[in-house]
C-alpha cells in the first residue's frame, strides 16, 4: 500500500464488534420480557406458575364441657375407738415447810407443815404417811436409805386423798438430846438436821410409796442456809428453810 493510503483491518475489526454487540443485546431484551398474548398479561419479574392461594384452617371443633370427678364414696363408717388406759393410779408428792426448831437439854425437834398431793388420776387410799429426825453426818444416805426401805406403815390415821387433790396438816418430829450429832466449829456448836418422810398407799390396782427428806437450817435470805447454834442454852428457831435431798424414793 501507499503511504496516502488508510489500513482496512481496524475498520473491519469495529464493524465486527458492533454486530457482536448488537445481538448480545437483542437477546438480552428478548430474554427480560413477556408480552401480550391469548392468555392476557404476565408477571413483567417471575414467569413461574403462581403459588396456589392457602387453604383455609379447619374450624377447631367444639370441646365437650369438662364432666366433673365423681365425689368419692364415703368410707364405710366405723365405730369409735376410745383409749382404753390401765395405767390410771394414783401418785404422791411431799411438801414440806418448816416452822420452828428447837434444842433443849433433852431434845431436838422440828415443828412442821406437810402437804401430800396427789398428781395422779386415780384416788390415793389407805394414806399412811410417817416422818423422822436425822442429823446431817456423812452417813446420813446409809440412814436414810434403811429408813426408806422399811417404812413403818402400822396404825396412825389413814386417809384418801382424790386426784389432783392435796391434804395439809402439821405435826413434830424429834431426837433425843444425845443422839443429835454436832458439829465444833470455831468454838460453835452447830446443828444440821434431816427431815425424812415415807408415804404408803393403795389403789385399785397395787401399792404405792412416795420417799423423801430435806435439809433444815436458818434462812440467811441467800442460797444457802444457816445452821443452828446450840451452846448458847435452850432456843427456839423461826425464820426457817428447807431444800430437799438427792435421796428419794417414788413408786
Excluded at 86 to 113: C, H, M, N, Y
Amino acid at each position: 500500500m501507499g503511504s496516502g493510503s488508510f489500513p482496512l483491518w481496524p475498520w473491519i475489526a469495529a464493524l465486527i464488534a458492533a454486530i457482536s454487540a448488537g445481538a448480545w443485546y437483542f437477546r438480552r431484551q428478548k430474554s427480560g420480557y413477556a408480552f401480550a398474548g391469548a392468555g392476557g398479561e404476565a408477571s413483567a419479574f417471575d414467569l413461574s406458575p403462581a403459588p396456589a392461594p392457602p387453604r383455609a384452617a379447619p374450624m377447631p371443633k367444639p370441646r365437650p364441657a369438662p364432666v366433673p370427678d365423681p365425689a368419692p364414696a364415703p368410707k364405710p363408717a366405723t365405730a369409735p375407738v376410745g383409749i382404753v388406759s390401765t395405767r390410771l393410779r394414783p401418785w404422791l408428792e411431799i411438801e414440806f415447810s418448816p416452822e420452828a426448831a428447837i434444842v433443849d437439854d433433852e431434845k431436838g425437834a422440828i415443828q412442821f407443815e406437810v402437804t401430800i398431793f396427789n398428781s395422779g388420776s386415780a384416788p390415793a387410799r389407805d394414806v399412811h404417811v410417817e416422818g423422822a429426825l436425822f442429823n446431817a453426818s456423812p452417813d446420813q444416805d446409809q440412814v436414810l436409805g434403811q429408813f426408806f426401805s422399811k417404812p413403818n406403815g402400822q396404825g396412825g390415821d389413814r386417809i384418801a386423798i382424790p386426784p389432783l387433790q392435796r391434804m395439809s396438816f402439821r405435826s413434830l418430829v424429834t431426837l433425843p438430846r444425845d443422839q443429835l450429832r454436832l458439829f465444833e466449829v470455831e468454838g460453835r456448836t452447830l446443828f444440821v438436821p434431816l427431815v425424812g418422810f415415807n408415804a404408803l398407799y393403795r389403789w385399785s390396782n397395787g401399792q404405792g410409796q412416795t420417799s423423801t427428806s430435806f435439809i433444815v437450817g436458818r434462812n440467811a435470805n441467800g442460797e444457802k442456809m444457816a445452821p443452828f447454834r446450840i451452846d448458847q442454852g435452850a432456843k427456839t428457831f423461826r425464820g426457817l428453810g428447807a431444800r430437799e435431798h438427792t435421796l428419794r424414793v417414788r413408786q
